[in-house]
């Protein structure tokens, strides 16, 4: 299977039909909660915040409760059921690379354990979407190395018989330096690196 050939929207459909990230309580974005006041303007009373990999909705469920007008995208039809199911009504499925809301819409991105999930083919497009969308910083984890648990994607191969070349879906795999690269070239500066723990690559990046 080459990279052209991932449909991220069928893979990540038959992951959640496995179960995936199923677990109400889970939220990979809770980590970067303390950090918000690092992209969050003063000069505005509501902000618009896009959770980029939402998931069942968690995050964007916490972030309203904080006092933002969250939004949030997935590219499974069942994630954004689960959020639904949680009585969300702004989140919609979509990619990274697809964005279903207009030019600017947004103050805010948040993402955290997505980007790596993308095929190397379109990261580009994946910053310039971000760009596209956003007004002002991205608030960012990116995992910097293959996931540890396989059982997911095994799961898939195995229900399914489908993938069965693919063999980690952490698609691409770069160091925060080759991040920094990609976000540099898409018309963005790095506002502040947070961290570099494990494999979690914890970044802010502010357009130009």
Known sequence: MTNKQLDYFDLYEKLYQTGYHTDMSLSHTKKLY????EVTPT?????????VGCSNGLAVKELIDMGYD??????????????VSRG?????VGSATD???????FDIIISSDTLEHVVPIDVSKVV?????????????AIACDEEGNKQPLAEVKQKFNDYLSLNSLHTTIMTPD??????????????????????DYEVVYKLK
């Open 34 to 37: 303390p950090h918000l006041h």
């Open 43 to 51: 000069d505005k009373e509501k902000l618009k915040i896009l959770d």
């Open 70 to 83: 969250a939004y949030g995208v997935d590219v499974s039809k069942k994630a954004i059921s689960l959020c």
């Open 88 to 92: 969300l009504t702004t989140c919609k």
């Open 99 to 105: 964005i279903p809301w207009g030019d600017g819409f």
């Open 128 to 140: 310039s979407e971000f760009r596209r969308v956003c007004i002002g910083s991205c608030l960012l």
């Open 178 to 199: 080759e991040w920094d690269a990609c976000f540099f070239t898409g018309g963005y500066t790095k506002q502040k690196t947070i961290g570099y723990q494990t494999y």
